[in-house]
């Protein structure tokens, strides 16, 4: 049974910084391209950042790039999102999503492109 447990939310302060993670079981890891998303109250959810899952190809949202580093640790089944220089903005409920791909170069930050999900983890950003 594939799963995606996530952790390292929390509350923290502006220009602060957090490190989520997110752990796969139930399946081989780095045939599955991986993605962050993020949803604040009212709001779409939208995509921060993806990764292929030959880790060449990267991508990340205007709104955080130079502040946040997605990774993957394929011998651990983990991969990291990075979030530095925190604002308040960055205040979102935050999902990590896998899917299962042929092509070695994916990376999308469509959420209809994902099947698999967290659960999510809340990051508050205030003073």
């Known amino acids: 049974q594939v799963q995606l447990v996530e952790s390292g939310g929390g509350l923290v302060q502006p220009g602060g910084s957090l490190r989520l993670s997110c752990v796969a079981t139930?399946?081989?890891?780095?045939?599955?391209?991986i993605g962050w998303f993020r949803q604040a109250p009212g709001k779409e959810r939208e995509g921060v950042s993806c990764?292929?899952?030959?880790?060449?190809?990267?991508y990340y949202a205007d709104s955080v790039k130079g502040r946040f580093t997605i990774s993957r640790d394929n011998a651990k089944n983990t991969f990291y999102l990075q979030m530095n220089s925190l604002k308040p903005e960055d205040t979102a409920v935050y999902y990590c999503?896998?899917?299962?791909?042929?092509?070695?170069?994916?990376?999308?930050?469509?959420?209809?492109?994902?099947?698999?999900w967290g659960q999510g983890t809340q990051v508050t950003v205030s003073s």
């Open positions: 990764k292929s899952r030959i880790d060449v190809r990267t």
């Open positions: 999503a896998t899917v299962l791909v042929d092509d070695p170069l994916f990376c999308s930050v469509h959420y209809s492109d994902y099947k698999y």
């Open positions: 139930g399946f081989d890891f780095d045939v599955y391209a």
